[in-house]
């Protein structure tokens, strides 16, 4: 009997636990923030007090200012005029000094530059800095001015009860009151109470402020009022105990910290100041420093940890405002918030692990367990493991119901799978055609089915390229023409892109049009035809798949459903070999594009791009049909076979780099064209000047006869001479030694240019040229010249360590078109730099192609083109491999690369070899250590040679060839 299932809100009881934990966390964040708010403002209110505390402070020192300036200046000390009638003053302002514990001095300053202040010493450290006995309590300061002008300074210290103790000269104490800002300001604004910003006394070194007046015309009367006692009454206020007071200027300049009543001072230019809030060696103030300076609550974090500050004004009086910064962290300041927090999230926690976790865990168990299967199950699917067949089973229908699915899914994954997998080994595209077919009949159940594409010449015809039948069978099925019949079922299918389902009789003409071969299948009653386009990555139709289905009940939603769908994976597979075959196309032609235009750059290469890679592949071919020798067992893959032919077309890629005058260099001194020209006129310039020396000495009275003769002689001279140099830069013989000193010789006449040689000359001529010399300069006929050199470029040197192992011996400069360096070729026209430009082609062959992303089964092709030049014996270029370290095709190529070379017929410059001549040549390679022997002997004994020849070779060079003479070693040269 089936087991009773439920529905799954029997279950939800379980969510109990979650709803009461949220409640809970939801309940004690509220509190924690009620508490937070309350402690914030119990905060603000402490600052309140603090700020308050400190303005008392402030009022009880500053405010007794006024009052006794007002004293001062009614006293006589402001109408003395010498030193002796100000010390009568002394007594009240030694008793002044003594009542208000906040005054530090008392001080007038005179017009005439004398000042008289007293002090009180209140610390023995004050005495000791000042030199003063210890008894001294008071310190009196005065500069008096002498009728002859000078200043005489003088200290006189005071023990407690006013008695004098002694009395010294201060030469070295210089002080002009009339500079003070004090006097300045006060002498500014008679009758009015002046007071400065807070500073640092000079004399002491204590923080305070001073404050002035004018008693009388010329005379101002001073205090300075101490406030050093603030710092401890800010270290007093009680906030948090990492909490942070300080008073401060508004240029944010620090009167008082709490906690260090003797913070340090700054200096500026040798002159004590009081220090800033960002250089007191607090993170948090360095912070607070950086924002506004103005009243107000603020937050901001200092290393990860948030801070809170508030700031107020102090009113001073009659100057600017002072303000009081409070800042404290605020995990201390909300540390009772966080303990409530914490306990209250703590209890809930404790209720929901005693009371709710067994109930929840129990109910957990019973709807988890199929769960966990299910869960498992997936990933063995996601691990593509479809050994698992058992279906899961649950008493939560929702539960059960996805069991039974995943079931169904599992069936279906595998069946789509094994069917892809099977699609994508496919390579061939008739194959593929027949595979798709294949499939989609056993997984549909159809008893037939067609596979249409559009034929991409005419988009309107379907061309069927497969067909097959149950149980075997592949009817000849007609082109379908769109356009007969737009309503019927793969018109639709192709139009909307939508599968489309259609009934057809047995003797309906729609069924007649597919062919005699399906009419059979319909019998009596009819066939369904289900057909479904077929879409690429695009989304457009490339074809269709028609499948006829006997029983129109068989042609289920599901198994529509799964044909659509691999439909989909048979198109995308389909488009991915017409794709993949329509680039190699394009590569194809590309790589023949390259070929042919390196072949059309120069007529001394003609077709050697085209004929090479056939060659090659002859002779691979050869290789593989061998059944006994080295190459018995010689297979090539078509990757291999890919990779032969690619490099083959690209074995000369890099000759686009190769210059066409260094190619074709005729003649010695031919660049972009022959120097020769210029070295003509410069002979014609010396006829010239012997001419003119001729008629310059008969002008001069010389012996006609005589000069003419002279004249003639040296342009018989000259004539022969440039005929040799001429001769020269042919190039056809061999240059002997004695030659080229006659060459020298020659260069070393002079000729006389009278223009400047830096004028129209590219930027880069002119950087070889170097320094400009002036005209008239005697040149030599023929020279070297530093504009000749042209310097290699760092890239270009290819030395040791390099990413490709070039081993090569490179000149020193990429050209060298000295004209003496040129004409001193001793064989040919070209010198070692030109040589080695040509020579390089290779170098820039390998280059390029390792810059391209080949596939993996490409990845040979650079080694295979640019191997063509070395040799069996390690000799070669630009790598110097050996045959042990060269590929087989790279060998095969090095003799197509040499037999077509010797056989060539389309090269100016020579005639092509006959068959056996080349043979010949290439036998004594073989013998050199250059080719292989086992090719070359494959080469002859397999008959490459006269097949390729009697293809691409004028009747005339095919001769007749002794193989079994070739196949043996050459004769060695006779002795002496």
Not at 179 to 192: D, F, I, M, S
Not at 565 to 570: C, E, P, Q, T, V
Not at 598 to 614: F, M
Not at 665 to 678: F, G, M, N, P, Y
Request: glycine letters at 8%; charged letters at 20%; aromatic letters at 6%.
């Amino acid at each position: 009997m089936r087991n009773r299932l439920f529905h799954a809100q029997v279950y939800l009881a379980s969510l109990f636990v979650v709803l009461v934990l949220v409640a809970g966390g939801i309940l004690t964040w509220s509190h924690y923030r009620d508490s937070t708010r309350m402690l914030l403002d119990a905060t603000t209110h402490i600052f309140t007090a603090s700020s308050d505390s400190v303005q008392v402070h402030l009022d009880q020192a500053l405010r007794p200012s006024e009052t006794l300036l007002r004293q001062l200046g009614q006293g006589p000390l402001a109408r003395a005029g010498s030193l002796a009638q100000r010390q009568a003053s002394l007594p009240v302002l030694l008793a002044l000094l003594k009542d208000f514990p906040h005054l530090s001095a008392l001080y007038a300053g005179y017009d005439t530059g004398d000042f008289f202040l007293a002090r009180r010493l209140d610390s023995a450290a004050l005495r000791e800095r000042l030199d003063l006995p210890a008894e001294a309590a008071f310190l009196v300061q005065s500069i008096e001015h002498r009728p002859d002008g000078v200043a005489d300074a003088r200290w006189i210290s005071y023990d407690s009860q006013g008695n004098e103790i002694a009395s010294l000269a201060r030469p070295g104490y210089v002080f002009d009151p009339r500079t003070r800002p004090w006097y300045q300001h006060a002498a500014r604004n008679p009758g009015l109470h002046t007071m400065t910003g807070p500073y640092l006394f000079y004399t002491s070194g204590a923080a305070g402020m001073s404050f002035a007046r004018e008693a009388v015309p010329g005379v101002v009367v001073g205090l300075d009022m101490e406030l050093s006692d603030l710092s401890a009454l800010l270290t007093r206020q009680k906030v948090s105990p990492s909490a942070e007071i300080v008073l401060f200027s508004a240029q944010g300049k620090v009167l008082a910290y709490r906690g260090d009543p003797g913070h340090p001072a700054a200096t500026r230019a040798g002159k004590p100041e009081l220090p800033d809030l960002d250089t007191m060696g607090s993170a948090p103030l360095a912070v607070f420093s950086r924002h506004a300076l103005k009243p107000g609550e603020t937050h901001f974090q200092v290393d990860g940890r948030d801070w809170f500050s508030s700031s107020s004004a102090l009113a001073t009086g009659h100057g600017p405002p002072l303000y009081l910064a409070v800042l404290a962290p605020m995990d201390e300041l909300l540390v009772a918030a966080t303990r409530q927090r914490n306990l209250s999230l703590l209890l809930t926690g404790l209720l929901a692990l005693l009371l709710l976790l067994p109930v929840s865990w129990w109910i957990s168990r019973r709807v988890s367990r199929p769960l966990a299967e299910l869960a498992e199950r997936t990933r063995a699917i996601h691990s593509f493991d479809f050994s698992q067949s058992a279906r899961v089973r649950s008493r939560v229908r929702e539960i059960d119901d996805l069991g039974q699915a995943l079931e169904s899914m599992q069936g279906t994954i595998r069946n789509f799978l094994n069917i892809g997998l099977a699609l994508v080994r496919e390579r061939d595209v008739e194959s593929l055609y027949a595979r798709v077919l294949q499939e989609t009949l056993d997984a549909s159940q159809a008893g037939a089915g067609v596979l249409y594409l559009l034929d991409e010449s005419a988009a309107h015809q379907l061309l069927p390229v497969g067909s097959r039948v149950a149980g075997g069978g592949q009817p000849i099925l007609p082109c379908l023409l769109l356009e007969q019949d737009p309503d019927a079922a793969l018109a639709r299918a192709l139009a909307s892109g939508e599968t489309s389902i259609e009934r057809l009789a047995a003797a309906s003409p729609a069924l007649a049009s597919f062919g005699p071969g399906l009419t059979a299948l319909a019998g009596t009653d009819g066939v369904t035809l289900v057909a479904v386009p077929l879409k690429n990555r695009d989304g457009r139709a490339i074809g269709a798949l028609a499948l006829f289905v006997g029983e129109a009940a068989s042609a289920s939603h599901e198994r529509i459903a799964f044909v659509e769908a691999l439909s989909g994976l048979a198109a995308a597979m389909i488009d991915n070999q017409r794709l993949l075959a329509g680039q190699k196309g394009l590569l194809e032609a590309f790589i023949k594009l390259v070929a042919g235009a390196i072949d059309a750059k120069s007529p001394y290469t003609g077709g050697h791009c085209q004929r090479v890679p056939e060659l090659t592949k002859m002779l691979a071919r050869a290789a593989c049909d061998a059944r006994s020798g080295p190459f018995a067992d010689f297979r090539l893959s078509g990757d291999e076979w890919e990779a032969i032919h690619i490099a083959a077309w690209l074995h000369d890629c890099g000759k686009v780099t190769t210059p066409e005058y260094v190619v074709d260099k005729a003649t010695k001194l031919e660049t972009l064209h022959d120097r020769i020209h210029e070295v003509r006129m410069r002979f014609e310039v010396l006829k010239r000047d012997a001419d003119i020396d001729y008629w310059r000495g008969v002008a001069e009275g010389g012996e006609a006869m005589l000069l003419a003769a002279a004249c003639d002689a040296r342009k018989r001279e000259l004539n022969d001479e440039f005929a040799f140099v001429a001769a020269c830069n042919i190039g056809g013989e061999y240059l002997s030694p004695d030659k080229i000193e006659r060459l020298q010789q020659i260069g070393a006449r002079h000729w006389t240019r009278t223009l400047d040689d830096t004028l129209g000359i590219s930027q880069d001529e002119a950087r070889r040229k170097g320094a400009r010399i002036p005209p008239p300069v005697a040149e030599p006929l023929l020279a070297d010249r530093p504009e000749h050199l042209f310097v290699r470029k760092e890239a270009e040197v290819h030395g040791e360590g390099n990413p490709w192992g070039f081993r090569l011996e490179i000149p020193e400069y990429k050209y060298n078109r000295g004209e003496l360096h040129n004409l001193s070729v001793s064989r040919g026209t070209l010198t070692p730099e030109e040589r080695y430009k040509i020579n390089e082609h290779i170098v820039q062959t390998i280059i390029m192609l390792s810059q391209l992303p080949f596939p993996p089964h490409l990845k040979q092709v650079p080694e295979i083109a640019g191997g063509h030049h070395e040799k069996m014996d390690g000799t070669g270029y630009p790598l110097r491999l050996n045959g042990g370290q060269m590929s087989v095709p790279a060998r095969m190529m090095a003799i197509a690369d040499i037999f077509e070379a010797l056989t060539a017929v389309d090269r100016p410059y020579k005639q092509g070899k006959t068959l056996s001549a080349s043979l010949a040549l290439m036998r004594g390679m073989r013998d050199g250590g250059h080719i292989d022997p086992d090719l070359f002997a494959l080469f002859l004994t397999s008959g490459v040679y006269r097949r390729y020849a009697e293809r691409y070779l004028r009747p005339e060079q095919i001769d007749e060839v002794d193989v079994a003479r070739l196949l043996e070693p050459a004769p060695a040269p006779p002795q002496g």
